[in-house]
């Protein structure tokens, strides 16, 4: 009865990630293009995501590291978690109205690699440890294509990577009563899944596929990646191909 009753609440409601209602699938041709960061020194860097058949306006974030795995920059992330405000952030009076939210759930392996503390210690930006504008964006509701520029020239080898997460997207495995007592988890469901493509610069490429390579936590306690894959289902399906390149 439980599963039942919180599956009709997300679908009378009609929230989603963003706070937007989807009046329509998006299909494949459905892209947007849009630039961020125009004003870097480095490599400009275009991100293709074709959406696939789960698409339902998910969150997400592109960022630079090193081969290592170091961190070196976000490329672009959604503006309601780059700032901490979302458009379904709070409820007040039956209605879901604009406000400040933590979501540590959210894209916490990306937050955890960026590595800023908010003053509640979580690391999720929030209005005052906020990711600058020019990295930041509206979140498409189609596929998009992202051009977007390193803020320096790059090493001769590091990492593109790709977090993405949408809530409420339960499944067997993760239903809404596996964690109980986690309220954060409860918003996310399957985890955020996290994908990757590895650049060498000495042997450029004409296009990159990103392939999936692991999960995050599932309520963003840590910044860990979980490389099992097996016990996500319709979170594979967010994109249907997620390809990189280089201008």
């Not at 879901?96 to 894209?107: F, S």
């Not at 189609?142 to 320096?152: P, Q, V």
């Not at 977090?163 to 996310?188: A, G, L, M």
């Not at 490429?205 to 894959?229: A, Q």
Request: with cysteine; net charge neutral.
């Amino acid at each position: 009865m439980y599963r039942f009753l919180v599956f009709s609440f997300i679908f009378t409601t009609g929230a989603c990630s963003t706070g937007s209602i989807r009046t329509k699938s998006p299909t494949k041709q459905d892209k947007v293009s849009f630039a961020a960061n125009p004003a870097g020194k480095g490599p400009e860097i275009m991100v293709d995501l074709t959406p696939g058949e789960s698409f339902y306006y998910p969150l997400f974030a592109i960022w630079l590291e090193t081969a290592e795995g170091n961190y070196i920059q976000t490329l672009y992330v959604a503006k309601a978690v780059a700032t901490g405000i979302f458009e379904y952030g709070r409820q007040e009076k039956n209605k879901w109205i604009t406000a400040a939210k933590r979501a540590p759930q959210t894209l916490p392996f990306w937050a955890h690699k960026r590595g800023i503390r908010a003053a509640d210690g979580l690391f999720m930006p929030d209005e005052k440890s906020a990711v600058p504008d020019a990295y930041t964006g509206a979140t498409p509701k189609t596929g998009f294509i992202l051009s977007s520029r390193a803020d320096n020239p790059l090493p001769g080898k590091f990492r593109v990577m790709l977090e993405i997460n949408q809530n409420w997207d339960w499944n067997e495995y993760w239903t809404n009563d596996r964690y109980p007592d986690d309220e954060n988890y409860k918003w996310s469901c399957q985890p955020a899944l996290v994908y990757q493509a590895e650049i060498d610069m000495q042997s450029l490429k004409d296009s990159y596929s990103m392939k999936p390579i692991g999960h995050s936590h599932y309520s963003g306690k840590t910044g860990e990646l979980f490389s099992d894959l097996s016990t996500l289902t319709t979170a594979l399906r967010i994109a249907d191909s997620i390809i990189v390149k280089f201008k």
